[in-house]
Each structure stands twice: as C-alpha cells, then as structure tokens.
C-alpha cells in the first residue's frame, strides 16, 4: 500500500508540474482528448443517462470523470457540462470512429466500432466477446459453428464446450475446412470412403483433382506456396503453404512499413509475433495537418489540431510549431488534398479505419474518417476490402447487394435461383441479368425483362431498353449512348433527346448573362457578362470575345428584357431557383430577379417543374416513390426501380406495391379466365377472384376435380374429367382434399393443408410439396396485423426477416422502432414500472421507466429467462432463472433460431430444422432428436447441369461461386474464363474475334484472332483507363504510348477523378460545372479549386441557424460545406446529431419518430 501511495503521490506531482508549464504557456488549461480551446455550459445533470438508458451520473449530478456524463459531455467540478465540441469516451454507444476519447482508466484512445455480445460467438470470427462487447485479443479466438474457423485450431461452440475446428460435422465450404480424412459433404465436415485433397495444403499429392477454400475444383501443385506471411498478399496468412485470406488479418513482422502496430505477424521463417509498436510521431507536427499526436501515434481529434508550419492552417487559429511551442497560423493556406499529408489507417480486429485528409474550401485542411470491414496497409494508408457480394444472389433471399453488402432494400430483391421466389416476380439471376420467379424457362416476351431506363452521363444519355432472347429465355440489355443528349420522358416513355442549346467555345457565344460550359450555355449562380455585348452592367466584371477578362463600358447598354439573355434556373436541394434578366432603361444595365418554389430545374429551358408533395406512395403516379428528401420534405420522385399502387390502375399482375396505408402487397392478377390465376380462383372483370363456390381450369387436369364445374381458357364452361388424379403430398391436390394411397380424395374435414397454395387457411397446419411442416401465412397489412414480433412481408406475417414490432400492442421494447396500426413508423413506449417484472424481458426499471439495457436484465418469473442467468425478482432482488425448458431441439422454435440452454435464440449462422418449410436445399440441418442432417433439393453432377452461367455445382446443388465457373458448351462464356464441359473437365471459354487490342476488353490482347486474358496487361491507347505513359496498342495495331488524358478532374467524364494525367471512375469525385454534381458535395472547378456543387446561398448570417438548414455560417456569409451541419430549432436535424441552436451554443438534434 505505502508503494502504491507513493506511485500516485508521484504521478499527481508530475502532472501538477505538466500542468504548470502548460499554464505558462498558454495562459490557460487545455483538458480533454486533442489539444485546442473550449467554452464550458452548464447543463441539466439531474439524473443524465445513456442511449442505453443506463444511469452514469450520481443521483445528486455530481461525476467523478468524463466517463460518469453522458456521451458527448465532459466533467468539470464534478458536474456534467457540454463543451464547444463534444468529447467521448471510448468504452460507450455512440463514440464517432476514429474520434480521439477517453478510456475508462483515464488513458487517451481512439473509437472503434463497439459490437455488443454474451458469446464469442456473436463476434466476428477472431475475436472474444468481453466485458460485453466484441474485443480484439492477445490470442485469436475462433467459433466453431461460424465460417472462417481453421481446420485443426480450438473453438468455442454456441452450444457450450471446446471443439476442433473442422471436425465431424463442422460447417464446411470445402474439403480445406475440415481435418485431414474428412470430406465436405453438404455443407458439413463427413468421413468419406473418397479422400479428397485440399488443394491449399502441403499434403496435396501434385496432380490430383483437389477442392479450393472457395470449394472450386483445382490440380494439387499449381498453386503458389508458402513459408509465412511474407511470402503472401499484405493481409493475408500462410495456412499449410498457401496463402489465404484469414478472418483476422496476419502480416509479416520483417516490413515494418506495412505492419501495423499490435497486429499479428509471422516472421520470414514462419514465427508468429506481434508488429512492433511504431513510433509514429513525436510532436503534432509529424502528423497530417489537423491530426494530432497521442502516444506515438498520429490521431483524428474532437476537433482538428493544426501545425504552423504547414500548408493549411487557418489564418489566426492557434497551432503548435515544431518545437511543441504554442503560435498563430499565417496566411498559408492549402490547394489540394496532398498539402494536407497522406492517409493514414488503424487495424481493429477484421475492422479497419482510414482517415483521408481533406483541403477545405478555406483553404484549411480536415479529415474524412471511415470504416469497413478489410485490412490495413500502413504504407498506402488505405484499407482493403473484399466485397461481400456482387449481385443479389450472392445474398439471402429477399436482400438487395448494394456496394459490395447485402442489405434489406426498400423494394424486395428477389433471386431468380433460389427457393422462395414468388411466381411471377420479377428477379435477377447469379449472372446479373433479369427474369421471373417461377421455373427455369425464364422470358418469355420483352415485357418480362423490365421497363427502359435511362442515365444521364455528363452530357451524354444512355438508354437500355432490355429485350427478351426466347432462345435462351434471358433477358438481354439493350444499350444505347447518345452523344449530347437529356433523359427525358416522352409520351409516357424514357428518351434521349438531343440537347438544342446554343453550343459554344467562350462566354461571348452566349445570351447575355450566361457562361460557357462544357460546350454548352448556362445559367449560373452569379450572371456572367461580355464585355462586347448590350447589356454589360457599367464596371462589372466581363469576358472578351477572345476569353480574357476586362471590365464592362460605362456607356451603351440594354434597350430591352431580350438584351439581357434568357432566364435560367439551378437546384439547391428541393428547391428551384429561377433568375429572369431585365433591363434597366434608365441606366441601360441589365438586372436579375430570383424566385424559388419547390421543383426541378430544366436548364435547358431555364423554367421549374414542380415536386408533388405526398404522405404514401399511393398519392404518387404509378411507378414513383414517395420519399423523404434531405430536407425533411417528402415528395414524389422517379427512382430507378419503379414503385407501385396496389389500388390504382396500371399495377403490373403479381408484382410486390403498396396500399393506400403504405403496406406492402401484391399487385392483382389480370386474368381472362380461372386458369390464369391460382387453383380455385375465378376471373371476375379481368382480376382474380376468391367467389363463393371455387372455379377450376378445364385444361389442368391435375387440378381439376372430378365433376367439379370448370372452364377452358377461352372461358367456356365444362366439367372436370372422372378420373383418378395420381399424387405425392397434398400439395399434388386441390387446396381442402387429402393424398391417400397416392390418389387426390375429397374430405369434409381436412386436417393438412397446402403451404405453397394462396387458399391455406391462415395459421392451419401445412406441410409444401417436400412434405416439409409449417403453418398456413397468415394475411396482413402491417406489422400490427402479425403476432408481436413478427414483420408483415409481402402481405404476409414472417418470422424469417428480422423482428417487427406493433407500437400498441404489449412486448413493443422500449425505443425500438415500431409500427403504428395505420402503417406510420414511431418508437415504442416507455413503460412506467417499479422492477424489471413490469417490462418486457430483457429491459431493467430504471427511475420508474423500462428502459434497453447492456446487458439485458431478465425477470426470474416470466417466461423466456435463460436457464442459469442472473435475473431480479418482483421485489428488485437478484436471482437466478429456472431452469425451465421451452425448447429441446431447433425443430421447437422458429425456423432459423437455435435451441440453447432450453431458450429459442437469434443466431448467425442460421440453423434450421430439416422438417420445417424454410429448410433450404442442402442446407444443413437438425432434426427433433438434434441428429444432423441435410435439406431435401435439387442435385447435379456439372455446372452445365445448372440453370445459369456462371454458377457452379457444389455439393451436388447450384450455388453462386467467386470467381465464376462457366459451362464452356453454353452462351456467355466469357473470353480466357475457367469453364466445365458436361463431363465436368475443366477447360478455358473461347475468347471474342479480334483483329488488334482495341476490339478487346482493356487489359485483353489479341491472339490468333480470339481476345484473351494476358501477362502483363496490353492496353488500347485510345481507351479509356490507358495510364498517361503506359506501353498500348492503337487501333491499326501499331505500338504506342497512352497519352495525357486530364490535367484536373473537370477534363474527365463526371464521377471521374485525374489521377497522373489519366481518368479513373469514383464516386467522391466531380466536377462544380458539369451536369451530375449532387448539391452541397464537394467538387472541383476548371482551374483544379476545391467548391461545392451547387454553390450556396450567400446570404449574410451571424450564427448556423440564419442559413438554410445544412449550410455553414462562414465570416458572416451562409456556405455550403463539405459535410452538412445542422441548426437544432429547424426541421431536418437528424436525431442525435451535433447541431447549433440560435445562440450558437453546440447541442444535439433532438430525437424523433422515424418518417413512414
């Protein structure tokens, strides 16, 4: 004890000291995470929470540190206070990534992405769920039942216990991820009477047909080995002599320049260590300008810490020079984004972080913070990612691959492969290209394959009007660029109409008040004059014919309106702002008048259409969507997947709409008689009908009763044949009769019914055509229609995709987000209570509300509280829950969940039960008594067996593969691509005919007439992506150079950057003057500045909430910058958002309901 006094006795000297000489220095105290200056307010501390609801402070306001406020607040004299710019501390909710905080020891850090957990499980693969939260360790941690886990290495199982990784009846991809003697066999580690061979291992004898990691077949021997790390990609492990891609990144301990600090490493001799801790910095200055230094390492502050000696700081802010003193900027402002420094990146668990510095339009530089899932590169400063998907049916059914993720998309995505896709859908195959649930003869006519869509690029316009190919029964894309050209719609149809504006070389080709660009003339913010015509307002700036700048003539001048050019308009956000020139007589100057409505700016015409404004989508025209704009305006708005009214004309039969409640539904079936629609239906004014008594089809036997009333499809009425109908299940039957002995029969009580048949009684039990169990969907509007729980899609109540509450009904948990009955979306009530028994399970009393808590508290005496785990008592007393099963096997709870410690629970990897519908095909699943097995489904042998190129034959069933393997004897083949024959022999796609490079792909050659892949790449010089230098070929076949394509962005297409002379596709970059430059994004002007599209307001202001809500107060005019900023008290602050209020004091934006 007598040490410890005298370490902290100690310390506190030390730091009084520090403390002393920073006084000294700056005149003041500077406490917090980064260096600079703050204004303290005094804020409500009685009782103050988290989001999570947890109590931080004392009961009486009083803390003790940062960490006992609430998030964003600091701790000063014991009291809760909110500084100039919010502070953080790491171990919460809502701690900004990359934002430097404080840890719970006092000691500064940086935010990373905090995951919540109980189970190692929960986490992603290689790290350990502690103190709650998912963590990165000194020893990776694997899980057994999740993808990733090394064959050979320990794991931890969900279901309690230590495994092996790979063992019997492990998760598998291939034969690479099970142990040595067991084969992958429907997607489980099985002994086998084959060996099969991975070919990734050192034991794969050279010559053998092996399976890769990715489950694609190969030849042992062909490919690279290894020793380590090393030897392979930044990144990657070497796992049995290959390189492979590992859950948590591995990188080579001898190239400090490219191993980050902490991470895990291999020597060149196979060692596995830990990179070195670099020394990053020693003082502010060796950092990127507006990053500070904090123990060695160079981080992204609260708010940017500037060094005086570099390029971008601002004028008369403070800075630290080189020597750590304390200076003034100067006026040394930044040009481009590498005045600022180069990025830097952070490596946390498979999470990696990048800052990019940034030059602002002050000529200050910043800091773009960002994170994803990949690995860091510390000598590029940039992370690399592997995209989860890259078309939809790389994703769940029902999720949409946007970005390289799966997600839930407003419209549901649809796989045209996969089980669960609702005949006649529309949906997309593994190759990208468009079809219909429902079989695999795919398209029939060019109105199943989509309606025309059109882009605008630049100032080009491509249309794609895609056809159907009745051969193949594939939808093709029909792709067509008009050169300076608009997307217009025309008599109902998208178009391309040639732009009619006046072309032009320099501003004086223009009506008066307009300037030149790209070719054409346009209205701009601020008017742009000639010097040389009428109309130059005396002593304005001008351009002369020959472009050079001059000053308009004090004499002449407009005669007339028409003397002064056109009216023109420009968008900012929804808004339309039309100027319309008119001549002063008196003074013959020409003048401007502005007018803004809600609309969209024509520019070529210089007029405003305007926005419809709507609640749902059903007040919209047909194929529109009603959405909430930036602004918090909802309007109606064409979007590239049109949207449809369930109750309005023009519904496409069979395709998912909205009702007048904004509830999803099913656009009706036209029909012309019973056998358009679905068994027992009747066509009653073209829509199918459920009618009193049921109509049959005369021409489907099958599902025709005999002597029941049918009619053909002509509509002619007759009677179904007295014949005996063969069956497998009921499903084989008309809705109601019974399989027996293998004959259809009528009965009078059915007891089974048919799940996959649109007349199954909601909530009766059913079994589908692979005698699978469930229950008969139950019909519903939104979310309140369904058990509390449940989510209402496609007109019909799940449990398969994700929880959906009803904000009425009991069980809503506290602050979820919710359904109203009328379909609007809100947050559920907090409950008034006296313990943790008055709320829903899972949530504690605290100050007499149910509030969210982590961990979760369980009430010891409802049901659904796990066996074993701490629980309160009605009395607020702990105990522990009963052990009281609900379930004993996964077949006991909903389809997807598994059975643990006797409670139904979430997991991730699904697991499913092999007698319920749901159970995917090959899937693997359990059954009552927990024995293993497999879903029932199709097989093949090849890939020529499966229905699309591109997919592959896993396991004996058609699945997705990265990269693709094709079917050489069918279309699409694509050039130098792996592909099987029917026999299953690999071989290589033939390629295009070709007479030079440039009929090829860029980075293709041309050999012996056929385009293929080469080493190294040979590229077109007149192609885009040729790099400025690089060796090419032009389109005569002689050898070249690429020449220089840009010298800034503005020379390239839009959403092109120029990058050492050549463009480069991205989406951060733009150009401020070419059409496509989103309002209030960043772009470049002609001259290489940094701006903002859009341009802003102008007006004068004082404090943010003077401007427009978004904009910035800067030196007393509103801008646009960057990033939006928000104003507390106007419509449009995201909740929970740093703001201002009218004062000028920081904030957050307060929390409200989400919008329908």
Same mark, same amino acid.
């Given at each position: 004890?007598?040490?410890?006094?005298?370490?902290?006795?100690?310390?506190? %000297?030390?730091?009084?000291?520090?403390?002393?000489?920073?006084?000294?220095?700056?005149?003041?105290?500077?406490?917090?995470?980064?260096?600079?200056?703050?204004?303290?307010?005094?804020?409500?501390?009685?009782?103050?929470?988290?989001?999570?609801?947890?109590?931080?402070?004392?009961?009486?306001?009083?803390?003790?540190?940062?960490?006992?406020?609430?998030?964003?607040?600091?701790?000063?004299?014991?009291?809760?206070?909110?500084?100039?710019?919010?502070?953080?501390?790491?171990?919460?909710?809502?701690?900004?990534?990359?934002?430097?905080?404080?840890?719970?020891?006092?000691?500064?850090?940086?935010?990373?992405?905090?995951?919540?957990?109980?189970?190692?499980?929960?986490?992603?693969?290689?790290?350990?769920?502690?103190?709650?939260?998912?963590?990165?360790?000194?020893?990776?941690?694997?899980?057994?039942?999740?993808?990733?886990?090394?064959?050979?290495?320990?794991?931890?199982?969900?279901?309690?216990?230590?495994?092996?990784?790979?063992?019997?009846?492990?998760?598998?991809?291939?034969?690479?991820?099970?142990?040595?003697?067991?084969?992958?066999?429907?997607?489980?580690?099985?002994?086998?009477?084959?060996?099969?061979?991975?070919?990734?291992?050192?034991?794969?004898?050279?010559?053998?047909?092996?399976?890769?990691?990715?489950?694609?077949? @190969?030849?042992?021997?062909?490919?690279?080995?290894?020793?380590?790390?090393?030897?392979?990609?930044?990144?990657?492990?070497?796992?049995?002599?290959?390189?492979?891609?590992?859950?948590?990144?591995?990188?080579?301990?001898?190239?400090?320049?490219?191993?980050?600090?902490?991470?895990?490493?291999?020597?060149?001799?196979?060692?596995?260590? *830990?990179?070195?801790?670099?020394?990053?910095?020693?003082?502010?200055?060796?950092?990127?300008?507006?990053?500070?230094?904090?123990?060695?390492?160079?981080?992204?502050?609260?708010?940017?810490?500037?060094?005086?000696?570099?390029? #971008?700081?601002?004028?008369?802010?403070?800075?630290?020079?080189?020597?750590?003193?304390?200076?003034?900027?100067?006026?040394?402002?930044?040009?481009?984004?590498?005045?600022?420094?180069?990025?830097?990146?952070?490596?946390?668990?498979?999470?990696?972080?990048?800052?990019?510095?940034?030059?602002?339009?002050?000529?200050?530089?910043?800091?773009?913070?960002?994170?994803?899932?990949?690995?860091?590169?510390?000598?590029?400063?940039?992370?690399?990612?592997?995209?989860?998907?890259?078309?939809?049916?790389?994703?769940?059914?029902?999720?949409?691959?946007? =970005?390289?993720?799966?997600?839930?998309?407003?419209?549901?995505?649809?796989?045209?492969?996969?089980? @669960?896709?609702?005949?006649?859908?529309?949906?997309?195959?593994?190759?990208?290209?468009?079809?219909?649930?429902?079989?695999?003869?795919?398209?029939?006519?060019?109105?199943?394959?989509?309606?025309?869509?059109?882009?605008?690029?630049?100032?080009?316009?491509?249309?794609?009007?895609?056809?159907?190919?009745?051969?193949?029964?594939?939808?093709?894309?029909?792709?067509?660029?008009?050169?300076?050209?608009?997307?217009?719609?025309?008599?109902?149809?998208?178009?391309?109409?040639?732009?009619?504006?006046?072309?032009?070389?320099?501003?004086?080709?223009?009506?008066?008040?307009?300037?030149?660009?790209? &070719?054409?003339?346009?209205?701009?913010?601020?008017?742009?004059?000639?010097?040389?015509?009428?109309?130059?307002?005396?002593?304005?700036?001008?351009? =002369?014919?020959?472009?050079?700048?001059?000053?308009?003539?004090?004499?002449?001048?407009?005669?007339?309106?028409?003397?002064?050019?056109?009216?023109?308009?420009?968008?900012?956000?929804?808004?339309?702002?039309? *100027?319309?020139?008119?001549?002063?007589?008196?003074? &013959?100057?020409?003048?401007?008048?502005?007018?803004?409505?809600?609309?969209?700016?024509?520019?070529?015409?210089?007029?405003?259409?305007?926005?419809?404004?709507?609640?749902?989508?059903?007040?919209?025209?047909?194929?529109?969507?009603?959405?909430?704009?930036?602004? @918090?305006?909802?309007?109606?708005?064409?979007?590239?997947?049109?949207?449809?009214?369930?109750?309005?004309?023009?519904?496409?039969?069979?395709?998912?709409?909205?009702?007048?409640?904004?509830?999803?539904?099913?656009?009706?079936?036209?029909?012309?008689?019973?056998?358009?629609? =679905?068994?027992?239906?009747?066509?009653?004014?073209?829509?199918?009908?459920?009618?009193?008594?049921?109509?049959?089809?005369?021409?489907?036997?099958?599902?025709?009763?005999? @002597?029941?009333?049918?009619?053909?499809?002509?509509?002619?009425?007759?009677?179904?044949?007295?014949?005996?109908?063969?069956?497998?299940?009921?499903?084989?039957?008309?809705?109601?009769?019974?399989?027996?002995?293998?004959?259809?029969?009528?009965?009078?009580?059915?007891?089974?019914?048919?799940?996959?048949?649109?007349?199954?009684?909601?909530?009766?039990?059913?079994?589908?055509? %692979?005698?699978?169990?469930?229950?008969?969907?139950?019909?519903?509007?939104?979310?309140?229609?369904?058990?509390?729980?449940?989510?209402?899609?496609?007109?019909?109540?799940?449990?398969?995709?994700?929880?959906?509450?009803?904000?009425?009904?009991?069980?809503?948990?506290?602050?979820?987000?919710?359904?109203?009955?009328?379909?609007?979306?809100?947050?559920?009530?907090?409950?008034?209570?006296?313990?943790?028994?008055?709320?829903?399970?899972?949530?504690?009393?605290?100050?007499?509300?149910?509030?969210?808590?982590?961990?979760?508290?369980?009430?010891?005496?409802?049901?659904?509280?796990?066996?074993?785990?701490?629980?309160?008592?009605?009395?607020?007393?702990?105990? *522990?829950?009963?052990?009281?099963?609900?379930?004993?096997?996964?077949?006991?709870?909903?389809?997807?969940?598994?059975?643990?410690?006797?409670?139904?629970?979430?997991?991730?990897?699904?697991?499913?039960?092999?007698?319920?519908?749901?159970?995917?095909?090959?899937?693997?699943?359990?059954?009552?008594?927990?024995?293993?097995?497999?879903?029932?489904?199709?097989?093949?042998?090849?890939?020529?067996?499966?229905?699309?190129?591109?997919?592959?034959?896993?396991?004996?069933?058609?699945?997705?593969?990265?990269?693709?393997?094709?079917?050489?004897?069918?279309?699409?083949?694509?050039?130098?691509?792996?592909?099987?024959?029917?026999?299953?022999?690999?071989?290589?796609?033939?390629?295009?005919?070709?007479?030079?490079?440039?009929?090829?792909?860029?980075?293709?050659?041309?050999?012996?007439?056929?385009?293929?892949?080469?080493?190294?790449?040979?590229?077109?010089?007149?192609?885009?992506?040729?790099?400025?230098?690089?060796?090419?070929?032009?389109?005569?076949?002689?050898?070249?150079?690429?020449?220089?394509?840009?010298?800034?962005?503005?020379?390239?297409?839009?959403?092109?950057?120029?990058?050492?002379?050549?463009?480069?596709?991205?989406?951060?970059?733009?150009?401020?003057?070419?059409?496509?430059?989103?309002?209030?994004?960043?772009?470049?002007?002609?001259?290489?500045?940094?701006?903002?599209?859009?341009?802003?307001?102008?007006?004068?202001?004082?404090?943010?909430?003077?401007?427009?809500?978004?904009?910035?107060?800067?030196?007393?005019?509103?801008?646009? #910058?960057?990033?939006?900023?928000?104003?507390?008290?106007?419509?449009?602050?995201?909740?929970?958002?740093?703001?201002?209020?009218?004062?000028?004091?920081?904030?957050?934006?307060?929390?409200?309901?989400?919008?329908?």
């Amino acid at each position: 004890m007598a040490r410890l006094l005298k370490r902290r006795y100690t310390l506190f %000297l030390g730091l009084m000291l520090t403390l002393g000489l920073l006084v000294g220095i700056t005149g003041g105290c500077d406490c917090g995470g980064s260096p600079g200056t703050e204004t303290i307010t005094e804020t409500n501390t009685e009782n103050p929470t988290t989001d999570g609801g947890e109590v931080v402070a004392e009961k009486d306001g009083t803390c003790t540190q940062r960490c006992d406020c609430p998030q964003g607040q600091e701790c000063r004299d014991s009291k809760c206070v909110i500084l100039d710019a919010p502070v953080y501390c790491c171990d919460r909710d809502q701690c900004p990534i990359g934002k430097a905080c404080l840890n719970a020891d006092g000691s500064n850090g940086s935010c990373d992405v905090r995951t919540p957990c109980k189970h190692n499980c929960e986490c992603s693969q290689g790290l350990a769920c502690e103190k709650g939260y998912c963590t990165k360790t000194s020893k990776i941690v694997y899980c057994c039942e999740q993808s990733g886990c090394p064959a050979g290495e320990q794991c931890e199982s969900i279901r309690g216990g230590t495994k092996t990784c790979g063992s019997e009846g492990s998760p598998c991809v291939s034969a690479c991820g099970c142990v040595a003697g067991l084969a992958c066999v429907n997607g489980q580690c099985t002994k086998s009477s084959t060996t099969v061979y991975c070919c990734d291992n050192t034991n794969c004898p050279e010559g053998q047909v092996c399976e890769t990691a990715k489950g694609e077949r @190969g030849v042992c021997g062909k490919i690279k080995k290894c020793n380590s790390a090393c030897d392979c990609p930044t990144g990657q492990a070497c796992s049995n002599g290959r390189c492979v891609v590992s859950p948590v990144p591995v990188y080579c301990c001898d190239k400090p320049n490219s191993c980050p600090s902490g991470q895990a490493c291999d020597t060149a001799d196979g060692r596995r260590q *830990t990179c070195p801790t670099q020394t990053e910095c020693t003082q502010h200055c060796d950092c990127a300008q507006g990053q500070f230094c904090n123990k060695g390492a160079c981080v992204v502050g609260t708010s940017p810490v500037y060094c005086c000696d570099k390029a #971008g700081c601002p004028v008369r802010r403070s800075c630290f020079t080189k020597n750590g003193g304390v200076g003034t900027c100067p006026d040394k402002k930044c040009v481009k984004d590498t005045d600022c420094g180069a990025p830097s990146c952070r490596q946390q668990g498979t999470q990696c972080t990048t800052a990019v510095p940034r030059c602002l339009d002050d000529g200050s530089c910043s800091n773009e913070v960002s994170s994803s899932a990949g690995s860091c590169d510390p000598a590029t400063g940039k992370c690399t990612t592997t995209a989860q998907c890259k078309v939809d049916c790389d994703c769940p059914q029902g999720q949409a691959c946007s =970005n390289g993720a799966c997600g839930i998309a407003n419209i549901v995505k649809y796989c045209c492969d996969k089980e @669960g896709c609702p005949k006649g859908q529309a949906c997309s195959r593994t190759d990208g290209s468009a079809g219909v649930c429902g079989g695999t003869t795919g398209c029939r006519s060019n109105a199943e394959c989509g309606k025309t869509s059109c882009q605008q690029l630049g100032t080009d316009c491509a249309l794609n009007t895609p056809t159907c190919d009745v051969a193949t029964g594939k939808c093709v894309p029909g792709a067509q660029l008009v050169r300076n050209a608009d997307c217009k719609t025309q008599n109902g149809q998208l178009t391309c109409v040639p732009r009619t504006g006046v072309v032009c070389k320099t501003h004086c080709d223009c009506p008066q008040g307009q300037g030149c660009s790209s &070719g054409q003339c346009i209205g701009g913010t601020f008017p742009t004059y000639c010097c040389d015509k009428a109309g130059c307002p005396t002593k304005q700036a001008c351009y =002369n014919k020959d472009g050079t700048p001059g000053i308009c003539p004090g004499v002449g001048g407009c005669k007339t309106d028409q003397d002064c050019g056109k009216a023109s308009c420009r968008q900012s956000g929804t808004t339309c702002v039309v *100027t319309k020139p008119t001549c002063d007589t008196t003074t &013959g100057t020409c003048r401007s008048s502005s007018a803004a409505s809600p609309g969209v700016c024509d520019p070529n015409t210089g007029s405003c259409t305007p926005l419809t404004p709507c609640q749902v989508h059903c007040d919209c025209p047909q194929g529109q969507a009603c959405a909430t704009t930036p602004f @918090g305006i909802r309007v109606c708005q064409q979007v590239s997947t049109p949207v449809y009214c369930c109750d309005k004309a023009g519904c496409p039969s069979s395709t998912a709409c909205f009702d007048k409640n904004n509830a999803r539904g099913t656009c009706p079936i036209t029909c012309t008689s019973p056998c358009d629609c =679905n068994t027992g239906e009747d066509c009653v004014s073209g829509r199918c009908t459920v009618t009193p008594n049921p109509a049959y089809c005369c021409d489907d036997p099958q599902k025709c009763p005999a @002597g029941a009333v049918c009619k053909d499809k002509s509509g002619k009425a007759g009677t179904c044949p007295q014949t005996q109908r063969p069956c497998k299940n009921v499903c084989d039957c008309v809705q109601g009769e019974a399989c027996t002995n293998n004959v259809c029969v009528k009965t009078s009580n059915p007891t089974v019914f048919c799940c996959e048949q649109p007349s199954c009684p909601a909530g009766k039990a059913c079994v589908n055509s %692979l005698n699978q169990q469930g229950t008969c969907p139950v019909p519903c509007k939104n979310d309140c229609s369904c058990t509390q729980g449940q989510r209402c899609v496609n007109g019909t109540c799940t449990s398969s995709s994700g929880n959906g509450y009803c904000c009425t009904k009991s069980g809503c948990p506290a602050n979820f987000s919710c359904t109203n009955p009328d379909g609007s979306r809100n947050r559920c009530p907090t409950q008034k209570c006296n313990s943790a028994c008055d709320c829903n399970q899972g949530e504690d009393c605290r100050n007499g509300q149910c509030t969210r808590v982590f961990p979760a508290v369980y009430c010891c005496s409802k049901t659904g509280c796990p066996q074993g785990q701490s629980c309160k008592n009605a009395q607020n007393t702990w105990g *522990t829950c009963p052990n009281v099963n609900t379930c004993s096997s996964p077949c006991d709870c909903p389809q997807g969940q598994d059975c643990f410690k006797g409670q139904c629970i979430q997991v991730f990897p699904s697991i499913y039960c092999c007698s319920k519908v749901g159970c995917q095909p090959g899937q693997a699943c359990y059954d009552s008594n927990n024995k293993a097995g497999v879903c029932p489904g199709s097989q093949c042998t090849t890939s020529c067996d499966c229905p699309n190129q591109g997919q592959s034959c896993v396991r004996g069933r058609c699945a997705s593969s990265n990269p693709r393997i094709y079917c050489c004897s069918k279309p699409g083949c694509q050039s130098g691509q792996s592909c099987e024959d029917t026999n299953g022999n690999l071989s290589v796609c033939p390629g295009a005919q070709c007479k030079t490079a440039c009929d090829c792909n860029q980075g293709e050659d041309c050999r012996n007439g056929q385009c293929v892949r080469s080493s190294p790449a040979v590229y077109c010089c007149s192609k885009t992506a040729c790099r400025a230098g690089q060796a090419c070929v032009n389109t005569n076949g002689t050898s070249g150079t690429c020449p220089v394509q840009c010298k800034v962005d503005c020379d390239c297409p839009q959403g092109n950057r120029c990058s050492a002379g050549t463009c480069y596709p991205t989406t951060t970059a733009y150009c401020c003057s070419k059409a496509g430059c989103p309002t209030g994004r960043t772009c470049t002007t002609t001259t290489g500045q940094r701006s903002v599209c859009g341009g802003s307001t102008g007006q004068s202001c004082k404090v943010r909430c003077d401007c427009n809500q978004g904009e910035e107060c800067v030196n007393g005019r509103c801008q646009q #910058g960057p990033s939006p900023v928000y104003c507390c008290s106007k419509a449009g602050c995201p909740s929970n958002f740093v703001c201002q209020d009218s004062t000028g004091r920081t904030s957050f934006c307060p929390t409200t309901p989400p919008a329908p």
